[in-house]
């Protein structure tokens, strides 16, 4: 495994990080959750991502579970807060209240004293921004959380928290996640450039784009039976990729991945750590076979022309509109 820092901040993560959206606490079974963190650290990623919203709450205890006994120095812990937890008006959204509230039950859940990294899950239009940050700053001071950051924020949201930090002297963000892969690059325009500026790193999330870049989906046919196209919930997550246009590209890929000597996720992970603002890509997985195939993309290095050769084959289906960046205009 390979290390980057977290932005410009002093901690240092796994290139690759293990997540559990979806799968843990509803796609999978426990034993499968907890063999999948098992290969993950046997293949030495540290760090791990989760949220308060993953399975209504349990994506958390599962991951708590599975990871106790393991050293606490030797792991970095994400998670985030935002979506509803409840069906209360406060069990949602940025204010100080659901914040206090929600890394309380995040920190039990997950059996530790503290997170290491704290996100806003998305901006909350319907808390005043200096409210939210100086709630992640008290948590801090506290001792809860270790660093702050966001989750899906514009470039032009990251900057003016950031401002208020400096002007406010709260802790200052160090990480925003967003979505990025091969075929979703909406952050390279705007945020990128100002989080290079502002020493504010990428964790991105869903660098296989869900499963699809794998090439495991065929235009024209069923998806595999137990896939991620197949299961209820992410079945409605992934729909947005699963158009022949795109999935005809990306078996075009296939012979770029061959001639490197890499699986098709080993390529669609190795992409997006090209990007030197990435300071970790999250994979999730089914089955520890997916996570033992995706960690073999750390410290890969992709050369300009097979990154020419991947643009010419994905073309037109590649998404870069920068206003895709967006959270709810109220909260859910
Ligand atoms: N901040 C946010 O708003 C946000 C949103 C989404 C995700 N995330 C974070 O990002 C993490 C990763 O997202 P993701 O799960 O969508 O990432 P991903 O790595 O793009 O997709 C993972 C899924 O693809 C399939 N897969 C992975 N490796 C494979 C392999 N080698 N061969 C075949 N299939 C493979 C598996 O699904 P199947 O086996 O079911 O096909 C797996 O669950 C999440 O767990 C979460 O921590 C954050």
Redesign the pocket.
């Known amino acids: 495994m390979e290390f980057r820092h977290l932005g410009r901040s002093g901690l240092m993560v796994s290139e690759i990080s293990y997540?559990?959206?979806?799968?843990h606490g509803s796609?999978v079974e426990e034993d499968a959750a907890k063999q999948c963190v098992q290969a993950a650290l046997d293949e030495g990623i540290t760090t791990f991502?989760?949220?308060d919203v993953?399975a209504g709450t349990k994506a958390e205890e599962v991951l708590g579970r599975a990871l106790k006994g393991v050293r606490r120095e030797s792991l970095e812990i994400f998670t985030?807060v935002y979506w509803p937890t409840g069906p209360g008006k406060n069990d949602r959204g940025l204010s100080r209240k659901h914040i206090f509230e929600s890394i309380h039950g995040s920190l039990r859940r997950l059996q530790t004293d503290y997170v290491d990294l704290y996100?806003a899950?998305?901006f909350d239009y319907e808390t005043p921004l200096e409210e939210t940050l100086k709630t992640f700053d008290d948590l801090v001071r506290q001792g809860k959380v270790l660093y702050i950051g966001v989750?899906?924020w514009t470039a032009e949201q990251i900057g003016r928290a950031l401002k208020i930090a400096d002007e406010m002297g709260f802790d200052r963000l160090v990480s925003n996640?967003p979505?990025y892969?091969m075929l979703w690059r909406v952050i390279e325009s705007e945020v990128v450039p100002l989080s290079e500026k502002e020493g504010v790193g990428q964790i991105v999330?869903?660098?296989?784009?869900?499963?699809v870049?794998?090439g495991?989906y065929l235009p024209g046919q069923q998806a595999?039976e137990?896939?991620?196209?197949t299961?209820k919930t992410?079945g409605a997550?992934i729909a947005r990729f699963m158009r022949d246009d795109v999935l005809t590209r990306v078996q075009e890929l296939k012979p770029i991945a061959a001639d490197l000597g890499l699986?098709m996720?080993q390529l669609?992970v190795a992409w997006v750590l090209q990007n030197p603002n990435v300071s970790s890509a999250?994979?999730?997985?089914?089955?520890p076979?997916?996570v033992r195939?995706?960690v073999k993309a750390a410290g890969v290095k992709l050369d300009a022309d097979v990154l020419k050769k991947i643009d010419d084959v994905l073309g037109d289906v590649v998404e870069r509109d920068a206003s895709k960046t967006a959270s709810p205009s109220s909260r859910p």
């Open positions: 997540g559990n959206w979806i799968t796609q991502d989760t949220a993953y985030k996100q899950h998305r989750s899906e996640q979505q892969s999330w869903s660098p296989i784009t869900q499963g870049l794998t495991k595999p137990g896939s991620r196209a299961d992410g997550m699986s996720a669609a999250i994979v999730g997985a089914t089955r076979e997916q195939d995706n």
